[in-house]
């Protein structure tokens, strides 16, 4: 298994003989407007891999949820009508609305070419700012003679993630560590910190976990050098927690 962090949340996976795009953001630096007024316009680093490389060879698109830096309005127009793309409930329409013709809504699970996809609901902050957000969802996937792994997407460190570790035993979670702040919401984090990172390091020992959502978005104030700073003073090894940079692949 290989998985490539292409930037922010956007991977491609090489998973059971198939390649999956996740979560794709292929525009250019600050094309989109900052999520809350004042801040930066979004992305904020240009990608690092031509973007018809991105979308090469590709066997399927997975998509937790529809806010632009995860599925943008290029990724729309460059990826092909026809691929096969998973989305979850709440995004039937958007996904229709694009046109796309081989959409397959995954309320619970699917099989697909011998790979097993379960949804995990996420919740993409707390309290306050929770309403603002919208609904996401992370996924496991499963295949015989593979790594289980689980994309947790835009999601804090909340129960339904913690059962779902406790349930599957990931050996691999990717997780979206940016540490999310709204302005005049700082008391409410929408994604995980670096204090939730070491958290969930602590539930799943044996699993490599795997931050993305880093050093990309307007709001995202944890960075790769804070959590490895964090994660050292917490005595954290750095083969448990890998930080991986844009276009870096890890193989298992």
């Known amino acids: 298994m290989k ?5 922010n949340a956007t ?3 090489n998973y059971a003989g198939k390649t999956m795009l996740i979560d794709p953001m292929l525009c250019s630096k600050e094309t989109f407007e900052p999520f809350v007024k004042g801040l930066k316009r979004n992305p904020i680093v240009d990608l690092n891999i031509p973007v018809n490389e991105v979308i090469s060879n590709l066997d399927a698109v997975l998509v937790t949820h529809s806010h632009p830096d995860h599925f943008d309005q290029l990724s729309g127009e460059l990826l092909p ?15 229709l609305k694009q046109k796309f013709s081989n959409v397959e809504i995954i309320d619970n699970k699917t099989t697909w070419k011998n790979i ?3 949804r995990i609901e996420g919740k993409h902050g707390s309290g306050s700012v929770l309403p603002y957000m919208g609904q996401v969802s992370g996924f496991i996937l499963q295949s015989e003679n593979e790594p289980t792994i689980y994309i947790v997407s835009d999601s804090i460190l909340n129960n339904e993630v913690k059962k779902a570790v406790e349930v599957f035993k990931p050996e691999i979670i990717v997780i979206n ?16 910190d670096e204090k939730q990172t070491i958290e969930l390091t602590k539930i799943a020992p044996e699993s490599k976990v795997i931050a993305v959502h880093l050093d990309c978005i307007d709001f995202c104030k944890t960075t790769r050098k804070s959590l490895r700073i964090f994660a050292s003073e917490k ?5 448990q927690l890998l930080i991986p940079k844009d276009g870096e692949t890890l193989t298992f």
């Open 3 to 7: 998985i490539q962090l292409i930037r």
């Open 11 to 13: 991977l491609k996976l």
């Open 81 to 95: 009508k026809g691929v096969k793309l998973f989305s979850t409930p709440v995004d039937k329409n958007f996904f």
């Open 116 to 118: 097993t996809i379960t």
């Open 177 to 192: 560590a940016g540490g999310g702040i709204i302005p005049g919401f700082e008391d409410y984090p929408v994604l995980m």
């Open 235 to 239: 005595s954290l090894l750095d083969n």
